[in-house]
């Protein structure tokens, strides 16, 4: 039964008639056939593409592995441009500017500011005034003491009249006296009349004395005490007071008004006040040769000379406050400006001009070729080039350069054996 089934199966079919088959575009069939060989096509491509990028990046990533694993690794050094202090320095430290002479101008005695005459960045001479404080009462009282000193005077002379005329009679009736024409008693009271006029006259001498005194006090209390002087020649770097304020010199805060009325310094006398470390003393001597640069005046460096090492050390930061005093100030310089000396290591560097810069490269970076001074240059992509360089000296792990260099080149320190020009290498760390 089943062979039959199957021999059933295999007999059916479907039976075209000829006009349809007759009838059927003839490119249709064509059609139908390529559209097929398409799908395949496309299905084909989805599995090339993602195998042929797979290819590429494994090929890109290996030429990279090639080249990276290739590069020597170099350490990198830089042209910089510095002045012989800063290149040749022994010991450096940071500060502040301090002027040698210095001082707040204040009052004895609490008043009210009357007059103010000078402004910030006024130049005084000694002597000068300042400021004038109120003193209207003083005044007043200079006048009493004045008048009062006229009336004492006064009756000084009026005294001394009376005595010349006390001394006259006791001297006439002792004339009498010796020619037996006066009494004794008559004598006697007119030597008691000029001994009292006498001590009167004393008396108003010491009171004159005593109110000149009082004036000589009262003048000297306006002089100086109400006109504020500038104790030496400098120039006004702060005004405290104004014109109306209290001027207190025993306030505490400004609620209490102010103790002072102007802050004078000398700004041709500047020190800079630094610390050094206790284990770095061993290095520096009063009159060590230093450069000071100004924070405030970048452009510019300063000579200067270490002018005292103060005699005590600060414990608790294990430091020793010194004074390096600047030697050709300018008025680009105020008090409480931040600054760095350099101690440098022989005077001769102190007589150089301090401002004069020069081109310094590591001397690690610096190697001998037929005789010459070479070194490997390092450009944008990495690559080396030998450069032959005119060096002047070599001190202080740096070397300086006279020419074949500019500022911020890049040079390749401690180069490897073998480095040829053209190379490219890895920057690394120093």
Same mark, same amino acid.
């Given at each position: 039964? +089943?062979?039959?089934?199957? *021999? ?21 069939? !064509? ?19 993602? /195998? +042929? !990028?797979?290819?590429? &990046?494994?090929? #890109?990533?290996?030429k990279?592995? =090639? ?13 910089? $441009? ?5 290149? *040749? ?13 210095? @001082? ?5 005695l ?7 005459? !000078? ?32 009336r004492? $005077? ?21 004339? /009498? ?12 009271k @007119? ?23 009082? #004036? ?13 002087? @500038? ?30 009325v ?5 700004l ?19 009159? $060590? %040769? ?19 090492i103060? %005699? ?12 390096? =005093? ?39 970076a ?10 490997? /240059? ?13 060096? &002047? ?7 300086? !350069? ?10 390749? /320190? ?17």
């Open positions: 039964m +089943a062979g039959s089934l199957r *021999e059933e199966l295999a007999s059916l079919k479907i039976d075209r008639p000829e006009r349809d088959r007759a009838s059927r575009p003839r490119g249709q069939g !064509v059609a139908y056939r390529k559209r097929g060989r398409g799908l395949r096509l496309f299905s084909t491509l989805l599995w090339l593409v993602p /195998l +042929a !990028v797979a290819a590429v &990046a494994g090929t #890109v990533g290996y990279q592995y =090639e080249q990276v694993r290739s590069k020597p690794e170099v350490a990198v050094g830089v042209v910089q $441009q510095m002045t012989l202090g800063e290149a *040749e320095k022994l010991l450096s430290s940071k500060g502040y500017l301090k002027s040698r002479f210095q @001082a707040m101008i204040g009052t004895r609490a008043g009210r500011v009357e007059e103010m005459r !000078v402004k910030e960045r006024d130049q005084v001479k000694k002597g000068e005034i300042l400021a004038v404080i109120e003193h209207h009462d003083m005044d007043a009282m200079l006048l009493q003491r004045q008048a009062g000193l006229i004492c $005077q006064a009756e000084l002379e009026e005294a001394k009249f009376d005595l010349w005329d006390k001394d006259r009679q006791e001297k006439r009736l002792e004339r /009498l006296i010796s020619q037996k024409m006066a009494p004794q008693e008559d004598y006697e @007119a030597s008691a009349a000029r001994k009292m006029t006498e001590a009167r006259v004393s008396a108003l001498e010491a009171s004159t004395r005593v109110m000149k005194a009082n #004036v000589a006090e009262t003048e000297a209390t306006i002089k100086y005490q109400m006109y504020l002087y @500038a104790p030496f020649d400098g120039t006004v770097v702060e005004k405290q007071g104004e014109v109306g304020e209290v001027i207190n010199p025993m306030a505490m805060s400004s609620s209490l008004g102010r103790s002072a102007v802050t004078i310094a000398d041709s006398s500047m020190d800079v006040e630094a610390d050094i470390p206790e284990e770095q003393m061993y290095r520096v001597t009063e009159g $060590q %040769p230093a450069e000071v640069s100004v924070t405030a005046v970048p452009t510019k460096r300063y000579r200067g000379r270490l002018r005292q103060t %005699p005590m050390g600060d414990r608790t930061r294990a430091t020793v406050k010194v004074k390096v =005093e600047i030697l050709d100030p300018d008025d680009k310089l105020f008090p409480e400006l931040a600054a760095t000396v350099h101690f440098l290591p022989d005077k001769k560097w102190a007589e150089s001009d301090a401002n004069r810069s020069y081109l310094f490269v590591p001397v690690e610096v190697f001998q070729d037929d005789g010459h001074d070479c070194v490997w /240059l390092l450009d944008d992509g990495l690559q080396v080039v030998k450069r032959r360089i005119e060096v &002047a000296n070599s001190q202080s792990g740096t070397t300086r !350069v006279e020419s074949g260099l500019k500022l911020e080149d890049k040079v390749v /320190l401690s180069p490897p054996k073998g480095l040829r020009d053209g190379d490219v290498v890895r920057e690394g760390t120093r």
